[in-house]
């Protein structure tokens, strides 16, 4: 027969289970000791609370015109270069001759003081050439002055009437004076004074015009060594000579070849023959 005291440790067993289980709704794990070395355990139920998840931070987006700046290294700096002053070096000892101070709009006259000094319509001397005008001119339109200028310079005073260098060679009848001039002023056939390019060093070029003139000493007089029954005279004889000339009231092309009435040689004029009785 089974013991008594084991069945009221049964019956006090299965009334703990009992307990156990029906207290277990309440708790997330149950442990039953059955006393003879056996052991129940149960898990949380199906009315024990789920795990709370956290979700993971929002970051936010990378702005993508962001760029981060690079590590640049610290700049080194040096000290400062130490300038010497240029060495001062002695003025020359000469005096060079200063531009003249031109006005920018300088108009020539239209009758030099030149010509008061001479009785020809040409000046071979001048203190108020515009030599610095000119000159700037020139560098300004160089290659039109370059193709003006060669027109003029193909001309070869050696073509001119040349005079015997001695009286013994040959004897004029009208006495003349022959010269070569470099006019800087002259009278063009309009009669208008015109300035003349001379003596104009642009570019390590001196650009000069020159014409061989000869002028009557006796102009209007009787021919010598011809009979007084020939009515004869001196006559000038004149040469129309081609001159590059500067012109500063063209302000788009101040140069211009014109036309100039030169002396060139001197001649016996002889009339009609008459004879007296």
């Not at 010497?84 to 005096?95: C, D, E, F, M, V």
């Not at 003081?113 to 319509?121: K, V």
């Not at 073509?159 to 009208?174: A, G, I, W």
């Not at 500063?248 to 023959?273: H, M, N, R, V, W």
Request: proline share 12%; hydrophobic share 25%; with cysteine.
């Amino acid at each position: 027969a089974p013991c008594p005291g084991n069945m009221i440790l049964q019956a006090l067993t299965l009334s703990s289970i009992w307990l156990a289980v029906a207290s277990g709704t309440s708790t997330s794990h149950v442990s039953i000791n059955l006393g003879n070395g056996g052991h129940i355990s149960y898990g949380s139920d199906s009315h024990a609370s789920s795990p709370s998840y956290h979700p993971a931070p929002e970051h936010p987006k990378p702005n993508p015109a962001y760029q981060p700046s690079p590590a640049y290294p610290k700049p080194t700096y040096e000290p400062k270069p130490v300038y010497h002053p240029a060495p001062a070096y002695p003025k020359p000892s000469y005096n060079p001759k200063p531009a003249p101070a031109y006005k920018p709009n300088h108009y020539e006259p239209e009758v030099p003081a030149c010509s008061e000094l001479t009785n020809s319509t040409w000046c071979v001397e001048d203190e108020e050439y515009p030599e610095y005008e000119i000159k700037h001119a020139i560098q300004y339109h160089l290659d039109k002055f370059n193709n003006l200028y060669a027109d003029v310079a193909d001309l070869n005073t050696e073509l001119s009437v040349e005079r015997p260098n001695t009286l013994e060679e040959e004897t004029y009848l009208c006495p003349s004076e022959t010269s070569y001039i470099q006019p800087l002023r002259a009278q063009n056939t309009e009669g208008k004074w015109r300035v003349i390019i001379n003596n104009i060093e642009v570019h390590y070029k001196t650009f000069t015009q020159t014409a061989r003139i000869e002028e009557c000493l006796t102009s209007g007089d009787e021919c010598p060594k011809v009979p007084s029954c020939y009515e004869s005279k001196c006559l000038q004889k004149s040469i129309y000579h081609r001159f590059l000339a500067y012109d500063p009231y063209d302000q788009y092309f101040p140069f211009a070849i014109e036309t100039f009435k030169l002396p060139a040689s001197c001649a016996c004029l002889l009339g009609a023959y008459t004879l007296d009785h």
